[in-house]
């Protein structure tokens, strides 16, 4: 299909005797939100892991753009277009807004700290970087120390860091955990305008987030998908109450 951006296909991964996932086939297509959902210890995070590099596949490929990624590190991956936000945040808390943003416009020329100095200075990787926190509607706090933020502000700064590199597609690892309430329906809005700036492939706990912005949701138990379809396919599937939202309900 001409229109995927991301996909993955039969990836597998065991520890031990755990097989964490197994054979998961998934496609991620231009313009839409693609949820991941599946109760805890379903596989989702090892997914995400092999889709983004950190944890080697034991088998299976992952296609960027129709390229075969499946070797590439996971700097490569991202600067292949691979638009990465972690369930841990990875920001320097003590820099500001700006910095953090210009470190990951950092990320298309090498070896991020070497050249620090000059980059502070290098109008180019500058106007990348405010113009990813404009995207995000950060650029009001580029002055400020990170540590600052709210949490929900932090991961929009960490999806700036992800915009300077110019994304083909978003994989993102429970962005709504730990923002409250108010805090999820706010990066809900977000999450819907970002959109279109490149696909994202969604793991999230917050069903009403999930069911509010997907287009598709495939459903994740013992590291395999049994069920994928529209939010209403879900929904109303047997298999899938009985797997994974029955238990919720
Ligand atoms: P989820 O994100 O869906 O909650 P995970 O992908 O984190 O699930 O975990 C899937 C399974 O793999 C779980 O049983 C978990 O305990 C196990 N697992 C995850 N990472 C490791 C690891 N590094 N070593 C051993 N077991 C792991
Ligand atoms: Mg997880």
């Given at each position: 299909?001409?229109?995927?951006?991301?996909?993955?296909?039969?990836?597998?991964?065991?520890?031990?005797?755990?097989?964490?996932?197994?054979?998961?086939?998934?496609?991620?297509?231009?313009?839409?939100?693609?949820?991941?959902?599946?109760?805890?210890?379903?596989?989702?995070?090892?997914?995400?892991?092999?889709?983004?590099?950190?944890?080697?596949?034991?088998?299976?490929?992952?296609?960027?753009?129709?390229?075969?990624?499946?070797?590439?590190?996971?700097?490569?991956?991202?600067?292949?277009?691979?638009?990465?936000?972690?369930?841990?945040?990875?920001?320097?808390?003590?820099?500001?807004?700006?910095?953090?943003?210009?470190?990951?416009?950092?990320?298309?020329?090498?070896?991020?700290?070497?050249?620090?100095?000059?980059?502070?200075?290098?109008?180019?990787?500058?106007?990348?970087?405010?113009?990813?926190?404009?995207?995000?509607?950060?650029?009001?706090?580029?002055?400020?120390?990170?540590?600052?933020?709210?949490?929900?502000?932090?991961?929009?700064?960490?999806?700036?860091?992800a915009l300077t590199l110019s994304p083909k597609a978003f994989v993102?690892?429970?962005?709504?955990?730990?923002?409250?309430?108010?805090?999820?329906?706010?990066?809900?809005?977000?999450?819907?305008?970002?959109?279109?700036?490149?696909?994202?492939?969604?793991?999230?706990?917050?069903?009403?987030?999930?069911?509010?912005?997907?287009?598709?949701?495939?459903?994740?138990?013992?590291?395999?998908?049994i069920a994928s379809g529209t939010v209403d396919e879900i929904r109303?599937?047997?298999?899938?109450?009985?797997?994974?939202?029955?238990?919720?309900?």
């Amino acid at each position: 299909m001409s229109d995927v951006v991301l996909s993955t296909r039969n990836l597998k991964k065991s520890f031990g005797a755990l097989k964490a996932t197994q054979d998961v086939s998934i496609d991620l297509r231009a313009g839409e939100i693609h949820a991941i959902i599946g109760p805890n210890g379903a596989g989702k995070s090892t997914l995400i892991g092999q889709i983004c590099g950190g944890l080697r596949s034991d088998s299976g490929r992952v296609y960027l753009n129709n390229q075969d990624i499946s070797s590439k590190s996971t700097q490569e991956r991202a600067r292949a277009g691979l638009g990465r936000t972690f369930q841990i945040s990875a920001l320097a808390m003590e820099d500001t807004v700006l910095e953090n943003a210009l470190l990951g416009a950092l990320g298309h020329s090498g070896n991020p700290w070497r050249f620090w100095g000059a980059a502070s200075r290098d109008t180019d990787l500058r106007d990348r970087a405010i113009e990813a926190l404009v995207r995000v509607g950060l650029d009001g706090a580029a002055g400020q120390t990170t540590a600052n933020l709210s949490h929900g502000q932090r991961r929009q700064l960490e999806v700036a860091v992800a915009l300077t590199l110019s994304p083909k597609a978003f994989v993102m690892d429970e962005p709504m955990a730990g923002l409250g309430a108010e805090g999820s329906k706010e990066m809900t809005g977000f999450l819907d305008k970002l959109r279109h700036e490149a696909p994202i492939l969604l793991v999230e706990h917050d069903m009403d987030a999930v069911f509010s912005l997907a287009d598709r949701i495939s459903v994740l138990v013992y590291g395999q998908v049994i069920a994928s379809g529209t939010v209403d396919e879900i929904r109303s599937s047997p298999e899938v109450r009985e797997a994974y939202l029955g238990e919720e309900a």
